[in-house]
């Protein structure tokens, strides 16, 4: 009897740990997911707002259009910029807030684990115009829409977020990220949501709509 209680004994022991191992290995999962599984096209969800950056462009020179203006940019030589299309889109029940490129480690854009350079940021610019099309920002568009603040069901907005990196660049060491709710101290409460990028997701600018692609507000 006392071997039977052993070898039982023994059995629950093995299962336990079997089980505790799986768990961890389906956490361990759940957490790559959830901090780098999706790459470039897929689409993340947030109390009832989805996010779908779906492609990106590389280029070397492009004109910046801000106010009534504008200039004549070249990447720095070994960098090349890179424009992510970013589309948003509200179809929950309740008044939420949209990712606001415009909010410092809102919409950031990492290589390596470091985040790239935010000398880029900035609020005045309005478009980029890359071998003649005109690429509408993701901040002018989410002001345009008037989705700063709190917006209801049905809103959507899509638009383009500009970067500068390295010429030679890895695609999938390149990670845009998203913060919602946003603490000033801390991160308790945050959700952060990860696209890694692929070579697939490039797109040529030739190839762009020229009746705005990636520019489209709707009301």
């Known amino acids: 009897m006392t071997d039977r209680r052993n070898l039982l004994k023994g059995i629950a022991v093995a299962t336990v740990g079997s089980l ?101 940021r900035d609020d005045a610019t309005k478009a980029y115009i890359v071998s003649g099309k005109r690429l509408t920002t993701y901040g002018q568009a989410v002001q345009k829409a008037g989705a700063t603040g709190e917006v209801y069901p049905g809103k959507k907005v899509d638009g383009w977020l500009f970067h500068e990196v390295a010429k030679n660049f890895s695609p999938e060491k390149l990670e845009l990220r998203i913060v919602w709710n946003q603490q000033i101290i801390g991160n308790e409460g945050e959700t952060v949501q990860k696209w890694r990028y692929t070579e697939d997701a490039e797109m040529a600018i030739e190839d762009l709509e020229d009746d705005g692609d990636g520019t489209t507000i709707s009301m």
């Open 20 to 120: 505790a191992g799986c768990t961890g290995r389906l956490e361990a999962i759940s957490k790559s997911l959830g901090e780098g599984g999706r790459t470039i096209g897929d689409t993340a969800s947030y109390k009832g707002v989805k996010v779908a950056p779906d492609k990106y462009i590389l280029a070397s020179s492009a004109k910046r259009v801000y106010a009534n203006n504008r200039q004549n940019i070249n990447s720095a030589d070994g960098a090349t910029y890179i424009l992510t299309h970013l589309k948003v889109s509200h179809e929950g029940d309740s008044a939420q807030e949209f990712p606001n490129s415009r909010i410092q480690d809102t919409i950031d854009l990492f290589y390596d684990g470091e985040r790239v350079s935010e000398s880029l």
